[in-house]
């Protein structure tokens, strides 16, 4: 007998009367602690042994319940003249749901009586009951340590009697034992609550290691359960799993159902009334057990015949193990049981259970789903535990199946086949074979791991289905992935329904009608994956995207006959356009040198039109409107620019090669002339002293990436990004180019490779696993005019700047000497009246003035005299005060360090040692001399550097020792990592409330400047300072080097992986580093965002890692990703921006070819508004209404929508609905397309020449297989490539008809297979067909 048979047998608890399981939901249950103490009392014979017997008490149905506790025997003694003691001092843990106060403890003391015969019984000498609820659902007295048990005569088996009376005292039958009682304590236990998945309820158990799952108490104790550990579980897999019953599926189906048929025409006393029993589905009970209780509730998976899975599934099926072509339940899922332990009393646990359901003979039809819900059946046929052997690792297991009159783990009556009167003997009850696998090695985490996980952490349980397909007699089985109609109609009071623990049930069955190719690393279940639309394109290319131009010369003469107007510059004439010079070449001195400093940029938007290799896929967008940023200025949302050809009609269907973008007015019309002039001026005026420079790097180094939304649907189109190389004038006045932009957008792969060293330029990524298509052409023209100053710009500004004592003056980052005072050597500040100064004066103020100008005088030298002696104190703080503060002014851009030392002088001739104090947490104290020594060399700073300079208090504040009057340099840094709101705009799809109204953008105008003081304090002994150091923070826009756009279901965590560019290619990063590649680091301005990067190993490319918790719909998160490239963060070489979009998420199973109707409701806003539904895939996905429609307000209306599909495999479709008014999107939809493969029933293979031509024309037949005639519908996967003669057809039933078919040429060689959908009136598909076409 193994461990975990012995556990089983030994705790076998009763359960409660029938009438307590009916609570819903069940009450918390209450865990205890007992302990028995002693048993003290006259009745007592010294050197007689005693036990103690607990058991658990129904009163209100006399009944008892769990099963009996039994202690240890003691002998009884005494010492004169104190009576007669058994002492036990043992301790009693349960736990119970039934807080009622008729539930209740029974003591039962037994001792050991001789017989005549010599031998010994056990005989009960009286009993006593422990109440532990009171009143209500309370514990009974939780906080008394020790009481005293009244005891009775007799047995516990009194409580059964009917005249029993509770409580106890009213019963005139009982008889108390005087000077007799037992000493004890009970109290509740909360620690035992962390072991309720182990400890089944009811069930009384001693402080021993008897609980399977426990580890031993620490040290000496022997009491494991006050203080319960629990074992480290293992995570199991099970997979490849099927059951074989004997002598085969069919036979023992057969045989079933006709003694379930039997049976109940038995029980209903009935003759045959033309009803059957028939299979509805087969599932499998998954569990882990410890002898005592399921530790989980189980798992539920679908189990279907060979017969049922698809050709190539059911060959990888067949071919796991040796068995007869569909004679075998197959488990087409793999099952995780991660409560695994490793002791030998824990066994996984299968249950094979059938769900039955009566079905009528007349017409074929099914019952209705009242009728099925009374007459659906669960029954367990065959059962079977598993053992795993501890460090076997992968492995095959063969079980055999159980049944029977033999009590199981899962508590219900099991079936056993009888004799079958073709064999003349009891058949085999079958076996249950699997592979297993464990997860218990560590092993390190890549980057393929994580994403697949993340992939099947976003997969949701499928839609349950509610149309019922008609179940065959043998075998029958749903064949879809969601709950079937059982599980959801089976009545509560079925004849053979399992017990379901925590009324919990997990649904493992997927549709894995066609296997995966490689399964995931961690889990074999195929998540779906999820890509957002748009993910940052990759900048390849950029080069010749801004030199080549693909429009002919008679396009281009169009286009620019268009009148758009011209550019001047500052002697207004016009800017000639220029071809662009080769990137690279520019001269950072000319630039310097240039007399003219001001710089006017000017953005030119021209025309957008469709790619000519861009394929058909979604409608051209009638208007379209661009979100970007520039530099450090606010983001810009353009107003809506309507596409309009060049001859001057609305562009419509597919568009033509270029059309221009001319702006709407707010009434509808368009505005003249056309394009979208943006102008940006750059004045060293309103630079930061230095500055100017920055701003050419910027223009040397970065990129300018553009988004482009379809203006009606709020969609995303695409991205298009820019070199702004181009705007350096390079000493002339003015300089104007014209570009043509790809404007891409990217798709996903599901199994892209992974490019370890891809050296991408001009510091842009590429997603792995991302697919860019390009949409469209945006022409766009770029200028810089340039314009005098009449300020010379300042050099480049160090990071560092010494801050020294107030009585000698503050060196400044361009080295002129200042003094302390405002500008001009002169305080001065501004006059208030004394009434809204003082308080305390305002009464003695607004007091009647004395007649006479003489005691007038006198009155207001008094009043004048008692404010000065009223403020005397706090004015000589405040001057004491400004003659040792010291300020510095921190332009603070996000992410940024910024370095500077402050002169600490000890003003006393002996030493004194200094604390710091910042009240601000993003100003430090640099304490590591390598990161002060860093700074230094970035700033080239002359100051001396000293080791172990600072010692840290206990409240981590740090002190500096300073001799006698002298002077020390303190390094301070200042970084913020997060964004400030009025420094960053909002910027996306969510409206066009708020546009660019105003064509010229200023950096004096970019926003109100929100300044935060800091406040440094030097203190000696006593809190008393020695020297202040305000510190002026004013935030500065940051530049953005690139833009992420996710689409994500609302209220869930985005988990995404981002490969890091090679770090040369990051603009700014210096060139030459020792040591090769250096390690990258990362930083999120949300503090609620988790965000890290990881090495993959030497010479391996850094991801990054992203989790960012969701909003609800529609809600938009904005958030900044900081990259560096130096171990202190000095300066991000790049910025990311982020942005996340919540959307709700509908999960939808289709069929390729086939339409799929669903509906979605829609709820009305407080006003009612005019809106319209847009998809992202109009050629897949079809709504109704098509047009615009009014919402109510606070009013719900259904939104039916149409899916087919025309590829299978996962694709994700995006639907908005637009207020067709205002322009806002009112609500968003994130459909998850798992689209299967329809059966193909023919194939044929045709030869086409590539490269043009006029196409073929082919002829397929099709027969009619319906014996009346039918309308059939046609469509395929590939209407680019293939049209049909007629896209529907009539035929009579048996009768044959010929499809024409039309192939469309090729213009590139290589192979495309097409399918040809057929689908009846009601647009389900009758069958497929596949054409191979070989384009040669």
Request: hydrophobic residues 35%; neutral net charge; charged residues 20%.
């Amino acid at each position: 007998m193994g461990e975990w048979d012995r556990v089983f047998r030994q705790h076998r608890p009763l359960p409660p009367h029938p009438q307590r399981g009916r609570a819903r939901p069940p009450p918390r249950s209450t865990a205890f602690r007992c302990v028995l103490k002693y048993l003290h009392g006259a009745a007592l014979s010294q050197g007689t042994k005693y036990q103690l017997r607990l058991s658990l008490f129904d009163a209100t149905y006399h009944h008892f319940f769990g099963k009996t506790w039994r202690s240890s025997w003691r002998a009884a003694s005494t010492a004169p003249p104190r009576l007669a003691r058994a002492t036990f001092n043992e301790v009693v843990y349960f736990h119970t749901s039934l807080n009622h106060p008729g539930i209740a403890a029974v003591v039962e003391v037994v001792m050991i009586a001789g017989k005549g015969d010599g031998g010994s019984q056990h005989l009960s000498c009286g009993f006593g009951t422990i109440p532990l609820f009171h009143g209500g659902s309370e514990v009974t007295n939780p906080a008394t340590e020790d009481r005293m048990l009244k005891l009775y005569h007799g047995t516990p088996r009194a409580l059964l009697h009917p005249r029993f009376q509770d409580p106890m005292e009213k019963n005139k039958y009982m008889t108390v034992m005087e000077k007799s009682h037992l000493q004890y304590a009970l109290k509740s236990h909360q620690p035992l609550e962390a072991i309720f998945h182990l400890l089944p309820e009811n069930l009384l158990v001693s402080g021993l290691p008897t609980v399977p799952g426990l580890l031993p108490a620490r040290g000496d104790a022997d009491d494991c359960l006050q203080k319960p550990r629990l074992m480290k579980t293992v995570t199991c897999y099970l997979e490849r799993l099927f059951i074989q019953l004997y002598p085969s599926l069919e036979e023992f189906e057969e045989e079933l159902l006709d003694l379930l048929n039997s049976d109940r025409l038995l029980q209903a006393n009935t003759a045959p009334d033309g009803e059957e029993v028939v299979i509805r589905e087969r599932r499998l009970h998954v569990g882990v057990h410890n002898g005592l209780r399921f530790v989980r509730a189980p798992q539920v998976a679908v189990l279907v015949p060979d017969v049922e899975l698809s050709p190539g599934a059911c060959q990888r099926v067949s071919s796991s193990g040796a068995r007869d072509a569909g004679q075998a339940l197959v488990l087409r899922s793999r099952i995780q049981l991660s409560e695994m332990v490793p002791h030998p009393a824990f066994r996984v646990c299968f249950q094979l259970e059938y769900v039955f359901c009566s079905m009528g003979r007349t017409g074929g039809k099914a019952l209705s789903v009242s009728a099925r819900s009374e007459a659906a059946d669960m029954r367990s046929v065959r059962w079977a535990v598993w053992s795993p052997v501890p460090g076997a690792g992968d492995t095959d297991v063969v079980l055999p199946l159980r049944g029977g009159a033999r009590r199981g783990p899962c508590q219900t009556l099991v079936y056993r086949t009888p004799p079958s009167s073709r064999q003349g003997k009891h058949v085999e009850s079958g076996t249950v074979q699997f592979h297993v696998s464990t997860d218990s090695e560590e092993h390190l985490v890549t980057a393929a791991e994580i994403l697949c996980k993340d992939r099947d952490e976003l997969k949701q349980p499928p839609t349950p289905s509610l149309r019922v397909p008609t179940p065959r007699r043998v075998p029958g089985s749903p064949r879809g992935p969601g709950l079937s109609v059982s599980q959801l109609v089976a009545s509560p009071g079925g004849t053979g329904q399992i017990l379901q623990q925590d009324g919990c049930i997990t649904h493992l069955e997927a549709d894995l009608g066609s296997p995966d190719t490689e399964p995931c690393a961690n889990d074999q279940l195929q998540a779906l994956p999820f890509t957002p639309l748009q993910l940052p394109m990759a900048a390849v290319g950029l080069q010749a995207c801004s030199s080549h131009v693909s429009l002919s010369r008679a396009a281009l003469a169009r286009l620019h006959a268009a009148g758009f107007p011209d550019i001047l510059d500052r002697n207004q004439e016009p800017v000639e356009i220029s071809e662009p010079v080769e990137l690279g070449s520019f001269n950072l001195r000319l630039e310097e040198a240039d007399p003219l400093q001001g710089n006017e940029i000017v953005l030119q938007f021209l025309a957008f039109g469709r790619d000519a290799q861009g394929g058909v896929e979604g409608l051209w967008p009638r208007t379209v409107f661009l979100t970007f940023q520039f530099y450090r200025f606010p983001p810009v949302t353009t107003p809506r620019l309507q596409l309009v050809s060049t001859d001057g009609g609305l562009a419509a269907g597919l568009g033509v090669p270029a059309q221009l973008l001319v702006r709407v007015n707010e009434d509808g019309t368009l505005n003249k002339p056309p394009g979208l002039q943006l102008k940006y001026m750059v004045d060293p005026a309103f630079l930061r002293p230095g500055e100017q420079r920055w701003f050419l790097r910027y223009l040397a180094e970065h990129s300018l990436q553009i988004d482009i939304w379809d203006g009606d649907s709020l969609l995303h189109v695409g991205s298009a990004a820019i070199k702004l190389e181009p705007l350096l004038r390079q000493g002339q006045t003015a300089v104007r180019t014209y570009h043509e932009l790809e404007v891409a957008t990217t798709e996903y792969e599901p199994d892209g490779t992974v490019l370890g060293r891809e050296a991408l330029r001009h510091g842009a990524l590429r997603p792995l696993g991302v697919r860019v298509a390009v949409r469209g052409r945006l022409h766009l023209c770029l200028a810089n005019v340039g314009h005098p100053c009449e300020e010379t710009p300042g050099q480049l500004p160090s990071h560092s700047c010494s801050v020294t004592a107030p009585d000698s003056a503050v060196i400044t980052p361009g080295g002129n000497l200042c003094s302390l005072n405002t500008p001009g050597g002169r305080r001065t500040a501004w006059a208030r009246r004394l009434v809204d100064v003082d308080n305390e004066l305002e009464a003695a103020l607004r007091s009647r003035r004395p007649e006479g100008w003489p005691k007038q005088r006198a009155w207001d030298l008094q009043v004048i005299d008692a404010y000065r002696d009223h403020i005397k104190e706090e004015s000589i703080y405040q001057m004491l005060n400004q003659a040792i503060t010291a300020t510095h002014t921190v332009h603070a851009v996000l992410g940024t360090a910024e370095f500077f030392e402050f002169a600490l002088k000890n003003p006393y001739s002996i030493q004194h040692t200094v604390t710091i104090e910042v009240n601000h947490p993003e100003l430090s104290v640099i304490l590591d001399p390598r990161e002060w020594r860093h700074f230094k060399e970035l700033t080239k700073s002359v100051t001396p550097v000293e080791e172990d300079m600072f010692h840290l208090r206990d409240d981590l504040k740090p002190q500096v020792y300073l001799r006698p009057s002298e002077t020390v340099h303190i390094p301070f840094k200042y970084q913020t990592f997060s964004a400030d709101p009025a420094v960053v705009a909002a910027q996306g799809p969510t409206g066009l409330g708020i546009s660019a109204n105003e064509n010229t953008h200023s950096l004096g105008k970019s926003g109100a400047k929100q300044t935060k003081l800091i406040q440094v304090s030097f203190q000696v002994s006593g809190g008393k300072p020695i020297a202040l150091l305000r510190v002026k923070v004013e935030p500065q826009p940051h530049v953005v080097d690139q833009t992420f756009r996710f689409y994500h279901p609302e209220l869930t965590f985005l988990k995404k992986t981002i490969r890091l560019p090679p770090w040369h290619t990051l603009p700014g990063t210096p060139v030459g580093v020792p040591g090769g590649q250096p390690e990258m680091f990362v930083r999120c301005s949300d503090p609620d965002i988790i965000c890290e990067t990881k090495s993959l190993g030497p010479g391996e490319p850094q991801d990054i890692f992203l989790k960012v918790a969701g909003g609800p719909s529609p809600q938009i998160k904005k958030f900044f990703v900081a990259i560096y490239t130096d171990t202190w963060l000095a300066a991000p070489v790049q910025i990311w921006q982020f942005y996340l979009h919540s959307l709700q998420r509908l999960d939808v199973t289709c069929t390729a070819g086939q339409l799929t109707r669903l509906s979605l409701l829609l709820r009305g806003t407080a006003a009612p508004r005019r809106v319209r539904a847009f998809t992202s895939q109009p050629q897949e996905l079809e709504v109704d209404p098509s047009g615009a429609f009014v919402l109510p307000a606070n009013g719900i209306q259904d939104l039916y929508i149409g899916v087919r599909p025309r590829r299978a495999g996962s694709k994700f479709i995006y639907l908005n609905l637009v207020d067709v008014e205002s322009h806002q999107l009112v609500s968003s939809w994130l459909l998850c397309l798992s689209c299967r493969q329809p059966l193909i029933s023919k194939a044929f293979e045709i030869s086409l020449p590539a490269g043009g031509g006029k196409g073929c024309n082919k002829r397929i037949t099709y027969t009619n297989p319906y014996p009346s005639p039918r309308l059939y519908f046609l469509c395929t996967n590939r209407p680019d490539l293939l049209q049909f003669k007629e896209d529907s057809f009539e035929v009579a039933g048996g009768e044959v008809y010929t499809i024409g078919l039309r192939f469309a040429p090729s213009q590139t060689v290589g192979e495309e297979e097409i399918l040809i959908h057929i689908n009846d009136r009601e647009d389900k598909n009758e069958e497929t067909f596949c054409v191979k076409v070989l384009y040669q």
